[in-house]
């Protein structure tokens, strides 16, 4: 059993500045979990608490049902892969990975077999003798990878070990870290700053800033319920809008006005939640991908948007533009369309909001105004 | 446009040139001047002629005399102060880098050492080794100098294990290592261009020391240094002699310093991290 928990954890280094601070968060045994969140943010530093290797300032720290606080990092049973990879300059490969091994007493006959079959993995089968020196980046990071993986630990703390992989290796070795994750069924925490990563591979993600954790759930319960702005901001590229309107109760229904003829009528489903708040300047957050070039059914009300640049990715095209807000400032939108839309940058076209999964914030507090899921409700 | 565009004009880099040689020959000159004399019958030292004849006669009356003995001591005292001085600056040197071991005032205390003048030392010493019987012995004068390195190795070591990333010695933790077993199978061997560098100074070091030598030593233990100073007798200084002598001193220290370029240029921890 290697539930990790965190209760109210905090680090404070000596300079006086908080690494990480109260943060609370339970890891259930053999949880993939993603740590996302801007440099800076703490999460080296918590996963160096978790690892044991930096002590913590105050709150507790169980693996299982034990307190690891003052728990040396070797009795914990965690594998690290740093974010700088760490490897030992004067071991080959084959040693860099037999370490952990060798430490924990294992034989000779049980390293070499373990090795061999670890780097056969990870497509390191031919550079076994090699000294971490005459290792390419890429090279070097499944070496880290693999020194973790060989021991088999009961956590797997991997701290952006991917990021130094071109685009095809890095998509192999997230198959192969999901692969390994389901067969082997350890507890995993992975930082990372790729979305992909992010939304794809972990049963839940965690988003921290400045120290402290902002939110934690499902991918999809995050990416359609974001608690605040940062969140919303964060999370998926292109970025959610987020547009400063005013919210107005107009002959019996609620109106999100952003100026100049952008005017969108909040769904029946989630007036009861934000009619308190008629009246008031909120933000208004629309996902670029909830606007369509064509109207789709009652769902969807429409709007002109003036387009300044088009983006053809291939598979999509990224429109960005502006609407309402008057001549003065006008509001920026991305809009996020299928590869089949013909716009030109300099027209202004009409396209079609889906206000469903749209979402208000408070300005003031930078939170989400609460209204009912979309989501399990769906 | 030819690639000579690119290059000052021909008179600044001759000036440049000029400047440069001369600053060498003043440096090399002399050096040449006492090989040249240790080669040349003592009788013709001061001849200005290049070079009258070829001679090994220097050489032959210094090694006839003591002079070989002191050689001799003078690597035994060299060598072993730093091989036992070496261990113990590791250790200090890797708990100062890493841990708050001392804090301030021990950090300090080890610089302030060093700043004392070597003559305030000197008295304390002798009268130490007098009372453990230890004066005009080679084993007083490998711990007086083991001593004086101590600081001065821990200062260099501290700094090579502070540019170890710290990150190495957490995978070895992560391993299954103990504090002691990182530092032992991690940190030592990473940093062995850094001891060997930290090892030859301390050599060099002891190797050119005077002052304590001339204290502490009898006429049985007598270092280079001192051996050479006595050749400066009543009848005079003997220049053939000296030259030979200094030629014979400087071997070490040409070989040595061949060695130190090799370990500093070579990187500590290149390839471990990114
Ligand atoms: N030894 C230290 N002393 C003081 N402050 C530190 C120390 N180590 C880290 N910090 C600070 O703690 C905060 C969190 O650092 P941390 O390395 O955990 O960030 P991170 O989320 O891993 O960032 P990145 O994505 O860039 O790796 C940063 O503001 C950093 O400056
Ligand atoms: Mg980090």
């Not at chain 1, 020196?133 to 630990?153: C, D, F, N, W």
């Not at chain 1, 990021?163 to 082997?184: C, I, P, T, Y």
């Not at chain 1, 990372?192 to 993600?205: K, N, Y």
């Amino acid at each position: 059993m290697a539930s990790i928990d965190l209760r109210s954890v905090s680090k404070l280094y000596p300079n006086g500045s908080y690494g990480v601070r109260d943060v609370d968060l339970r890891i259930e045994n053999g949880e993939f979990v993603i740590f996302l969140g801007p440099s800076g943010c703490g999460k080296s530093t918590t996963l160096r608490m978790i690892a044991g290797l930096e002590s913590i300032s105050a709150g507790d720290l169980f693996i299982g049902d034990r307190n690891m606080n003052r728990v040396p990092p070797r009795d914990r049973n965690v594998a690290v892969v740093f974010q700088s990879y760490a490897l030992y300059p004067h071991m080959s490969v084959r040693a860099n990975m037999g370490f952990g091994l060798k430490m924990r007493g294992a034989t000779g006959e049980e390293i070499a077999r373990k090795t061999e079959e670890t780097a056969a993995l990870l497509g390191l089968g031919q550079l076994l003798d090699r000294k971490p020196a005459a290792l390419s980046g890429g090279q070097r990071q499944r070496v880290a990878l693999g020194r973790a993986i060989v021991r088999e630990p009961d956590v797997f703390l991997l701290d952006e070990p991917l990021s130094n992989l071109d685009a095809q290796l890095r998509a192999e070795m997230r198959l192969e870290l999901v692969k390994l994750h389901r067969r082997l069924g350890r507890t995993t925490i992975h930082v990372t700053h790729d979305q992909v990563e992010a939304m794809t591979m972990g049963d839940r993600i965690c988003i921290m800033r400045e120290g402290r954790l902002i939110q934690a759930g499902r991918p999809l319960d995050i990416y359609a319920d974001p608690v605040n702005l940062f969140v919303a901001r964060f999370l998926a590229s292109p970025a959610m809008n987020l547009l400063p309107v005013r919210l107005s109760q107009e002959a019996g229904s609620l109106v999100i006005d952003g100026g100049e003829g952008l005017r969108f009528t909040v769904p029946a489903r989630h007036v009861a939640a934000y009619a308190p708040h008629a009246g008031t300047q909120v933000i208004f957050g629309l996902r670029p991908e909830d606007i369509y070039e064509a109207p789709q059914g009652a769902r969807t009300q429409p709007f002109a948007l003036r387009v300044t640049a088009v983006e053809a990715l291939g598979a999509e095209i990224i429109l960005s533009g502006t609407a309402g807000g008057g001549t003065a400032r006008p509001l920026e939108i991305t809009a996020r369309l299928s590869r089949h839309a013909r716009v030109q940058a300099g027209e202004t076209v009409t396209l079609h909001a889906d206000l469903l999964p749209a979402h208000l914030f408070d300005p003031v507090s930078e939170t989400a105004i609460a209204r009912p899921s979309l989501r399990g409700a769906a | 446009m030819s690639a000579d565009a690119d290059k000052p004009p021909i008179a600044r880099r001759v000036a440049l040139h000029a400047g440069l040689i001369a600053m060498c020959l003043a440096i090399v000159l002399p050096l040449l001047w006492v090989l040249r004399v240790s080669f040349v019958a003592p009788e013709q030292s001061y001849s200005t002629t290049l070079l009258p004849g070829f001679s090994t006669q220097n050489y032959q009356a210094l090694l006839s005399g003591r002079f070989g003995r002191s050689y001799l001591n003078s690597i035994v005292v060299s060598l072993g102060s730093v091989l036992i001085a070496l261990p113990f600056a590791a250790m200090t040197g890797y708990a100062f880098a890493r841990f708050s071991t001392g804090g301030r005032f021990a950090r300090f205390l080890m610089l302030a050492t060093q700043m004392l003048p070597p003559v305030a030392l000197v008295l304390p010493s002798f009268t130490l080794l007098k009372g453990l019987a230890l004066t005009n012995s080679l084993t007083g004068l490998v711990l007086v100098y083991a001593a004086l390195n101590l600081p001065f190795l821990t200062w260099i070591l501290m700094g090579f294990f502070k540019a170890i990333p710290v990150d190495l010695e957490w995978a070895a933790l992560t391993d299954g290592a103990t504090a002691w077993g990182a530092f032992w199978r991690i940190v030592l061997p990473v940093s062995l261009p850094g001891l060997a560098a930290a090892g030859v100074l301390g050599f060099i070091l002891s190797w050119n020391e005077f002052l304590f030598a001339l204290v502490l030593s009898g006429p049985s233990t007598q270092t280079i240094p001192v051996a050479l100073a006595a050749l400066q007798t009543s009848n005079g200084v003997q220049i053939g002699n000296v030259a030979a002598g200094v030629v014979l001193a400087i071997l070490p220290l040409v070989v040595a310093s061949r060695f130190i370029q090799r370990f500093l240029v070579e990187g500590l921890t290149y390839g471990s991290v990114k």
